[in-house]
């Protein structure tokens, strides 16, 4: 899948753009804060109908704009037809989501149809920050790789809402506050769901982790051990079982203190967790290592490469790790990819041995243009 071309109007710092695309390599050159990386989000977007860096989609509306539009436009070798995608928002409306003009009823219907992977340097935080963001990484991946479990998951996270609205509505010993013939119908639902979501995370990293360590090994030389674990509260439990041991704990604290919401899965090296042990490059080739694990699994599922999204890599990469990625955009490895940088001179410097066709654009103060 390549995309061919992208138009963006009114998102964040743009207000009307549009380019045609390289089905190689693309390089996004532009001063800090003038909209590179928004370029990049605004293809996220397209693949997985969210932003990769803002949290809310009406933030993306261009201060003072109304409405915005990311469109893009995607062929693929297996057909002639060229294929359109378009998300759009409108202050206070739902975001619509489009294929060829027809509206996606459910978002996840678009999800893993159009992959991409983002390697920024914010991957960092995957290590640094709490469970909830492992979590969301992990799970995202496998709903591109599996729909089935993206359409539990969202059951799952239904049934879990409603339950903290019961938890919510009064204390445990308030007859008027819940029904607990409700709580009771929900929990039915969520545990088998929960301990699935469990079981099928579980036998992911099973995949997921002799890939993701041969990466590693090649981008730190294989100096260090890695390795990845799932934590659990359901393994080896009865969900239902534990719904019901913390039901008087989860009124007293209105929400549900037990469940697939609360796994995590441990980084470790050298058997210590990489967050306190391993340094700062260790650290980045970890989560680069994740980011190419994550490639080459949807690569093999789709048969069909990922759009790959590599945001100021010459900047925050030391020039090893710069090189081993440029050796797999070389020995096309990869598909279509798109760069950031702040400087053209570095760019060509680094790319001076990559023989896939390459477009560079010069992107200033919310426009973008062939250079
Ligand atoms: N909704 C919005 N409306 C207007 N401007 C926005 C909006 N959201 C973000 N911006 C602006 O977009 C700019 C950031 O763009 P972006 O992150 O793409 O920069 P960049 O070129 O990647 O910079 P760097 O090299 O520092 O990473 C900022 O100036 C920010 O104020």
């Known amino acids: 899948m390549t995309l ?3 138009q963006l109007l009114f998102f964040k710092n743009y207000d009307d753009a549009a380019l045609r695309l390289s089905p190689g390599l693309n390089c996004f050159i532009g001063d800090n804060g003038s909209g590179k990386t928004n370029l990049l989000d605004a293809i996220h977007y397209l693949s997985l109908t969210k932003s990769a860096i803002t949290a ?20 693929s070798n297996t057909t002639p037809d060229k294929e359109t995608i378009q998300v759009s928002l409108r202050q206070g409306q739902k975001k619509t989501v489009t294929h060829d003009k027809q509206p996606y009823e459910r978002m996840a219907d678009h999800i893993g149809r159009y992959p991409a992977v983002l390697i920024s340097p914010y991957d960092t935080d995957l290590i640094r920050q709490g469970s909830e963001e492992r ?10 790789l599996d729909h089935a479990f993206l359409e539990q998951l969202i059951s799952y996270n239904s049934l879990l809402r409603q339950r903290n609205v019961v938890l919510k509505q009064g204390g445990y010993s308030n007859a008027h506050g819940f029904d607990r013939d409700y709580l009771l119908a929900l929990d039915e639902q969520l545990a088998p769901l929960g ?5 099928l995370r579980e036998a992911f990293l099973i995949d997921y ?22 934590k659990s509260q359901l393994v ?23 469940g697939a919401h609360r796994d995590d899965f441990v980084f470790l090296m050298n058997e210590l967790p990489v967050k306190s042990y391993a340094s700062q490059g260790q650290q980045k080739s970890f989560a680069i290592a994740l980011k190419l694990a994550q490639f080459e699994l949807l690569a093999a599922k789709q048969h069909n490469k990922p759009l790959l999204l590599l945001d100021d890599i010459f900047d925050r990469l030391d020039d090893k790790r710069i090189a081993r990625l440029l050796e797999l955009v070389a020995d096309e490895t990869f ?16 790319l001076a041995r990559v023989t896939v066709p390459i477009l560079r654009f010069r992107v200033q103060n919310g426009t973008v243009a062939p250079v």
């Open 4 to 6: 061919d071309s992208l």
């Open 56 to 75: 809310s989609d009406a933030l993306c509306i261009k201060q003072d704009a109304d409405f915005f539009v990311v469109k893009g436009i995607f062929s």
């Open 135 to 144: 979590r969301k990484y992990f799970d995202s991946l496998m709903a591109q």
């Open 195 to 199: 301990q699935q979501l469990t079981a």
């Open 209 to 230: 982790l002799p890939i993701f360590q041969r990466h590693y090994e090649q981008l730190a030389d294989g100096r260090e051990q890695v390795m990845l674990t799932y």
């Open 236 to 258: 080896g439990a009865d969900f239902a079982q534990l719904l019901r041991l913390n039901e008087r704990k989860d009124f007293v604290l209105q929400r549900s203190t037990v």
């Open 335 to 350: 598909g279509q990819v798109f760069l950031t940088d702040t400087n053209l001179e570095r760019t060509d410097q680094a």
